[in-house]
């Protein structure tokens, strides 16, 4: 790490792959008579001996930066630089292969723009914004850390500038701010959730008085963008250690603002001197364990396996009761949860993609692989959790094996032995079944040609008993027997098909809201053998649905 005492970083500049670049900006700035500075995390990360492959650059003079960036990329070669006019910013990026020496596959990203000063009001968090000095632009940034610069310069390169002491703040690990701290946060708000993110990723902690302006102003993240909010948590989510964010937003009552849902969990209740566990930090706990575990992987790549972690009790306080014979109990609090993921995914404005129904999936599934620790588990009950879980049966485990919290080693021990012995299981009945991925052996369109019949239910219907009668462990998961049994089933399936067709043409007006349980009854429901029988069983199931909605 470089001397943070030091008046030049100019050696450790050039020990990064990225140094030849800097040094061209520098001469390229003189030649065009440019005041040019590397600025912000740049400085901080060199000082830290941390990566980075954003660099940011401010230039003095109004339009400099994107002059500037424009000349630097002629200079490099013929690159774009893409101008964003409305912002006074220029960017060029630079393909990995042709700066980094295989040292990453990210692009460097340069970005230059123009010093400014900065004035806000009070109902937004845009500024309204004046050309500046380099001084004026280190006073409007968010924290110390971030407000160093260094010269570009040939002839100064390397040379620190640093008016609020920021290698101070480095060398105590402490996150302050170059102005006072109620002021900097009543201006831009945003900069309250990056103190939280930025000691998250720096394991730092914020100074005093940082913690009594983010208490006191906490509600005025009232009026940031949920995009801008949720940018800021996905990299606290990312770090290596995220629950040191978390607590710092909900210690400061910020929180309870962004993310209620995860507020609501904390506190521990007490009936008859029982009480349970606070259920905010046992999620932080697992969400933490999710990281360690996953360590050997980039935060980014395991962030939806983090966000099973932060959701996967996020209804415990709507499912707790106390029982006196068995204490506290959530009994389903694992579907709740799940059945919570869109909405709290759309609120967030988080994808509502394959991405979002991962998290669902596993937090509905994360208490089943504790149902087959017992040692008279059936295969069946392993096919079926191979099945749902998919191709994310690992990443299932992994998280498992992270909700085991217990502060009690052998307890932790005796939890973690049992799940080596699931998946023991699962391995043999994998390779035995082939279920995961499981794609049935007879598809739709070999049963529309065997039986003669278009698309509808009796095809589900076939399709669904064939794939029940694996999982049951009645027919092997191969192509034959499973053909056989469609041979078996298909008169029934058949019959059963008509008979919701005729149940479609019977039902008219509000009893179409019954459609659905219509539908499930036909699929597994024991029918009577005569039709008329059947139909009339399906005409109790229609009034028993629409009965239930009044």
């Given at each position: 790490?470089?001397?943070?005492?030091?008046?030049?970083?100019?050696?450790?500049?050039?020990?990064?792959?990225y140094?030849p670049?800097?040094?061209?900006?520098?001469?390229?700035?003189q030649s065009?008579s440019i005041?040019?500075?590397?600025?912000?995390?740049?400085?901080?990360?060199?000082?830290?001996?941390?990566?980075?492959?954003?660099?940011?650059?401010?230039?003095v003079?109004?339009?400099?930066?994107?002059?500037?960036?424009?000349?630097v990329?002629?200079?490099?070669?013929?690159y774009?630089?893409?101008v964003?006019?409305?912002f006074?910013?220029?960017?060029?990026?630079?393909?990995?292969?042709q700066?980094a020496?295989?040292?990453t596959?990210?692009?460097l990203?340069l970005e230059?723009?123009?010093?400014?000063k900065?004035?806000?009001?009070?109902?937004?968090?845009?500024?309204?914004?004046e050309d500046?000095?380099l001084?004026d632009?280190?006073?409007?940034?968010?924290?110390t850390?971030?407000a160093?610069?260094v010269h570009?310069?040939?002839?100064?390169?390397?040379?620190?500038?640093?008016?609020?002491d920021?290698?101070?703040?480095?060398?105590?690990?402490?996150i302050?701010?170059?102005?006072d701290?109620?002021?900097?946060?009543?201006?831009?708000p945003?900069?309250m959730?990056?103190?939280?993110?930025?000691?998250?990723?720096?394991e730092?902690?914020?100074?005093?008085?940082?913690?009594?302006?983010?208490?006191?102003?906490?509600?005025?993240?009232?009026?940031?963008s949920?995009?801008?909010?949720?940018?800021?948590?996905?990299?606290?989510?990312?770090?290596?250690?995220?629950?040191?964010g978390?607590?710092?937003?909900?210690?400061?009552?910020?929180?309870?603002h962004?993310?209620?849902?995860?507020?609501?969990?904390?506190?521990?209740?007490?009936?008859?001197?029982?009480?349970?566990?606070?259920?905010?930090?046992?999620t932080?706990?697992?969400?933490?364990?999710?990281a360690?575990?996953?360590?050997?992987?980039?935060?980014?790549d395991t962030?939806?396996l983090?966000?099973?972690a932060?959701?996967?009790?996020?209804?415990?306080p709507?499912?707790?009761r106390f029982?006196?014979?068995?204490g506290?109990?959530?009994?389903?609090?694992?579907e709740?949860?799940?059945?919570?993921?869109?909405?709290?995914?759309?609120?967030?404005?988080?994808?509502t993609?394959?991405?979002?129904?991962?998290v669902?999936?596993l937090?509905?599934l994360h208490?089943?692989?504790i149902?087959?620790?017992?040692?008279?588990?059936?295969d069946?009950?392993?096919?079926?959790?191979?099945?749902?879980?998919?191709?994310d049966?690992?990443?299932?485990?992994?998280?498992v094996?992270?909700d085991?919290?217990?502060?009690?080693?052998?307890?932790?021990?005796?939890?973690?032995q049992?799940?080596?012995?699931?998946?023991?299981?699962?391995?043999?009945?994998?390779?035995?079944d082939?279920l995961?991925?499981?794609?049935?052996p007879v598809?739709?369109?070999?049963?529309m040609?065997?039986?003669?019949?278009?698309e509808?239910v009796?095809?589900?219907?076939?399709?669904?008993?064939?794939?029940?009668a694996?999982?049951?462990?009645?027919?092997?998961?191969?192509?034959?027997?499973?053909?056989?049994?469609?041979?078996d089933?298909?008169?029934e399936?058949?019959?059963?098909?008509?008979?919701?067709?005729?149940?479609?043409k019977?039902?008219?007006?509000?009893?179409r809201r019954?459609?659905?349980a219509?539908?499930?009854a036909?699929?597994n429901?024991?029918?009577?053998?005569d039709?008329?029988?059947a139909?009339?069983?399906?005409?109790?199931?229609?009034?028993q649905?629409l009965g239930?909605?009044?």
């Amino acid at each position: 790490m470089p001397s943070l005492t030091a008046d030049s970083i100019a050696q450790a500049l050039d020990q990064r792959s990225y140094a030849p670049i800097l040094r061209r900006i520098g001469k390229v700035a003189q030649s065009v008579s440019i005041e040019a500075y590397a600025v912000g995390g740049l400085v901080r990360d060199v000082l830290l001996d941390r990566p980075t492959t954003d660099l940011d650059f401010v230039t003095v003079g109004p339009d400099t930066g994107i002059e500037l960036a424009r000349a630097v990329a002629e200079d490099l070669g013929g690159y774009t630089a893409h101008v964003y006019p409305n912002f006074g910013t220029a960017a060029i990026r630079i393909p990995a292969e042709q700066w980094a020496d295989d040292e990453t596959d990210e692009p460097l990203v340069l970005e230059f723009v123009a010093a400014r000063k900065e004035s806000y009001r009070s109902d937004s968090r845009k500024p309204i914004v004046e050309d500046g000095t380099l001084e004026d632009d280190q006073y409007r940034r968010d924290f110390t850390i971030n407000a160093m610069a260094v010269h570009l310069t040939p002839d100064r390169f390397g040379e620190i500038i640093d008016p609020f002491d920021g290698r101070t703040d480095l060398q105590r690990e402490t996150i302050d701010t170059p102005l006072d701290p109620e002021e900097t946060f009543e201006d831009d708000p945003l900069r309250m959730i990056r103190a939280a993110r930025f000691a998250t990723q720096l394991e730092f902690r914020v100074s005093d008085r940082v913690f009594e302006a983010l208490n006191t102003k906490a509600h005025r993240v009232d009026i940031l963008s949920q995009e801008r909010i949720t940018t800021e948590l996905q990299k606290i989510i990312a770090a290596d250690t995220p629950s040191i964010g978390f607590k710092i937003l909900e210690a400061t009552g910020i929180l309870k603002h962004i993310f209620p849902e995860l507020q609501n969990l904390k506190g521990v209740d007490e009936v008859n001197g029982q009480r349970h566990k606070d259920n905010f930090y046992h999620t932080l706990k697992v969400l933490d364990n999710v990281a360690e575990r996953t360590a050997d992987r980039d935060g980014e790549d395991t962030i939806w396996l983090r966000w099973v972690a932060i959701l996967h009790d996020i209804a415990k306080p709507e499912t707790k009761r106390f029982d006196p014979q068995n204490g506290w109990t959530f009994h389903g609090h694992e579907e709740r949860s799940a059945r919570k993921v869109p909405n709290i995914f759309r609120k967030l404005r988080l994808p509502t993609d394959e991405r979002m129904r991962y998290v669902e999936k596993l937090v509905r599934l994360h208490h089943r692989p504790i149902a087959l620790v017992d040692d008279d588990v059936t295969d069946s009950a392993v096919r079926r959790l191979l099945f749902e879980a998919g191709d994310d049966v690992d990443d299932l485990m992994t998280f498992v094996r992270s909700d085991v919290t217990s502060g009690n080693p052998r307890r932790r021990r005796r939890y973690l032995q049992a799940f080596d012995e699931v998946e023991e299981k699962m391995q043999e009945v994998e390779e035995k079944d082939r279920l995961r991925n499981f794609e049935p052996p007879v598809d739709g369109y070999e049963i529309m040609e065997t039986l003669g019949i278009d698309e509808g239910v009796a095809v589900g219907i076939a399709k669904e008993w064939i794939r029940e009668a694996i999982l049951d462990g009645e027919i092997p998961n191969d192509h034959d027997p499973a053909f056989q049994y469609l041979m078996d089933i298909k008169d029934e399936a058949l019959r059963r098909g008509e008979l919701f067709e005729a149940m479609l043409k019977r039902m008219s007006g509000p009893e179409r809201r019954a459609t659905g349980a219509v539908k499930e009854a036909v699929f597994n429901d024991e029918l009577p053998e005569d039709d008329k029988a059947a139909i009339s069983y399906l005409d109790t199931i229609i009034e028993q649905e629409l009965g239930g909605e009044e």
